[in-house]
């Protein structure tokens, strides 16, 4: 199949969005946790989650402008912290259900059935069924001036991986880890390692890392 | 394991990379096509392609601020247009190869032996091997002040993929397509379906669209 801009812009809003969604290529899906003023702790889905850079450790996440996914910014422009949690096929469908809009007096983590877990000096809830978690400060917030969409930044303040996942140059094998992808708006995969290569260097063949 | 902010610093530059880049979760890979004002094309393999937004269909790529990226950005800036092209196994090493620093008068595509094709009116090359091919015309281009990172947003002009990807509802399952993912810095993966999940609402249990 080929669309060009023009039919594309005719689509149904529903295959458009379907199209466009999934023609980006696999996602880094997780769950990210927070709390609010009240108290009551909030879990939602994101499926852009972005390497900022190492040194200070910083991830960025994009947020759409109009979305349920609201919830999350204003707990994290109020509290200052919260926790990325990878998905394991274990979880995804309540992974997947915490997307549902619930009003903000309600804890996902009890509307689907994944438990908090406090394990740190701050207050925002990991996934305790999560196998890799992230705790971050936020530590800025860009709009990207095209459509609205808003970067907020976090610095990584403690990193919990299976001993089982990590290599020693520090390499995390995710599928090890049992950690999913997704693609466009709903689907979501499992992963089989192919392999590592080594750093290219021209007139070098590339070699496989065993 | 587990990790505190001081504990990542106190890494050496190599591990810390390492970790820090595959923590992020699975990524979109793909090679970007572009070509210099001299009319020598260049291939890139990129790992940190976002969608953006459905209507108007845009996607972004990050850049970092000193790489040998910087060639296909140059190039982008010259000429307006670029390609996108999904990696599948039967490339990938090739792919991975792109990433060595070719001087700017030296094609990626004759150095890794991958084929560059010109299908549509404007100059810039696909990767003929490539299953889903993009192409997209610079909009806009943005700094994230934090680390200097370039945020480039495409408007995406022309899609190509298989038919027997794409569903009725628009969705291109990309394992079908043998579309692959990276993590980290170096590790390539292929990925199962497990499945897609309906529209999630409050009070209703998630269903797996067949």
Same mark, same amino acid.
């Given at each position: 199949?080929?669309?060009?801009?023009?039919?594309?812009?005719?689509?149904?809003?529903?295959?458009?969005?379907?199209?466009?969604?999934?023609?980006?290529?696999?996602?880094?899906?997780?769950?990210?946790?927070?709390?609010?003023?009240?108290?009551?702790?909030?879990?939602?889905?994101?499926?852009?989650?972005?390497?900022?850079?190492?040194?200070?450790?910083?991830?960025?996440?994009?947020?759409?402008?109009?979305?349920?996914?609201?919830?999350?910014?204003?707990?994290?422009?109020?509290?200052?912290?919260? /926790? #990325?949690?990878? $998905?394991? +096929?274990?979880?995804?469908?309540?992974?997947?259900? @915490? *997307?549902?809009?619930?009003?903000?007096? %309600?804890?996902?983590?009890?509307?689907?059935?994944?438990?908090?877990?406090?394990?740190?000096?701050?207050?925002?809830?990991?996934?305790?069924?999560?196998?890799?978690?992230?705790?971050?400060?936020?530590?800025?917030?860009?709009?990207?001036?095209?459509?609205? /969409? #808003?970067?907020? $930044?976090? +610095?990584?303040?403690?990193?919990?991986?299976?001993? @089982? *996942?990590?290599?020693?140059?520090?390499? %995390?094998?995710?599928?090890?880890?049992?950690?999913?992808?997704?693609?466009?708006?709903?689907?979501?995969?499992?992963?089989?390692?192919?392999?590592?290569?080594?750093?290219?260097?021209?007139?070098?063949?590339?070699?496989?890392?065993?």
């Amino acid at each position: 199949m080929q669309y060009s801009f023009s039919e594309i812009l005719n689509l149904n809003d529903r295959f458009r969005r379907n199209l466009i969604n999934s023609v980006s290529g696999f996602k880094s899906v997780c769950l990210i946790g927070t709390v609010n003023n009240s108290g009551t702790t909030n879990l939602a889905i994101f499926s852009q989650i972005l390497h900022i850079g190492a040194n200070p450790p910083m991830l960025g996440i994009l947020f759409r402008p109009d979305s349920v996914e609201r919830h999350t910014l204003e707990n994290i422009r109020q509290n200052g912290y919260f /926790t #990325i949690n990878q $998905i394991q +096929e274990s979880f995804y469908q309540q992974a997947h259900q @915490t *997307s549902a809009r619930y009003p903000s007096n %309600i804890s996902e983590f009890e509307a689907v059935g994944l438990t908090p877990e406090f394990i740190m000096d701050v207050d925002v809830p990991f996934v305790k069924e999560s196998e890799v978690k992230i705790l971050l400060k936020s530590v800025d917030e860009q709009v990207i001036k095209i459509n609205g /969409t #808003i970067l907020l $930044i976090g +610095e990584i303040q403690e990193l919990i991986i299976p001993d @089982t *996942s990590i290599s020693d140059d520090g390499f %995390i094998d995710l599928q090890k880890a049992g950690t999913i992808t997704s693609a466009g708006l709903d689907a979501y995969y499992k992963t089989e390692k192919i392999n590592r290569l080594s750093y290219a260097k021209v007139d070098l063949p590339v070699t496989v890392i065993l």
